[in-house]
C-alpha cells in the first residue's frame, strides 16, 4: 500500500458561461465546484516542512477560478473540469489523480446537487 496526500477545496461558487439549452448559453451559470488532488507526500512532514514539499490549496483554488478563460463558453460541465484537472495536471508533475465535482446550482428546485463528478489519472 502506498501512502497518499490528498488536497482539497470544497464548495467554490464560480460563475461560467455553460449550458446547452438557449436560455443557458447567454449568461453565466453559478456552479458549486470541488476538486481533490492526489499527491505522492514525503517521508514525513516536521513542524518546519516548508510549503514546497505540499501544495498551495490557492493553486486548487485558482484553477478553478482564475485560469478558467473569461468570455469561453462550455457546452458542457464535463468541458469546465477537463479544464481543471488539465490546468492542474500541466502545472505539477507530482499530480497523480484529480478528482472535480460540479454542481449545477441554478436548476436545483429543492437543493437537490445536480452535476458531475470527473477523476483524471495521470497517464
Do not use: N, W
Not at 500500500?1 to 464560480?14: N, S, T, W, Y
Not at 479544464?83 to 472535480?100: K, N, P, Q, W, Y
Amino acid at each position: 500500500m502506498h501512502d497518499l496526500l490528498q488536497l482539497q477545496v470544497r464548495d467554490l461558487e464560480v460563475q461560467v458561461l455553460t449550458g446547452v439549452y438557449s436560455e443557458e448559453t447567454h449568461l453565466p451559470q453559478p456552479l458549486r465546484i470541488s476538486i481533490t488532488v492526489d499527491l505522492l507526500p514525503i517521508d514525513q512532514f516536521a513542524p518546519d516542512t516548508p510549503l514546497s514539499a505540499s501544495k498551495s490549496y490557492l493553486d486548487l483554488k485558482h484553477a478553478a477560478t482564475g485560469a478558467l478563460p473569461p468570455g469561453v463558453h462550455f457546452t458542457l460541465i464535463e468541458g469546465v473540469a477537463d479544464h481543471i484537472v488539465e490546468t492542474l495536471m500541466t502545472g505539477d508533475a507530482r499530480i497523480s489523480r484529480v478528482e472535480v465535482e460540479i454542481v449545477k446550482l441554478a436548476i436545483a428546485e429543492a437543493d437537490e446537487k445536480i452535476g458531475i463528478r470527473m477523476v483524471r489519472h495521470r497517464k
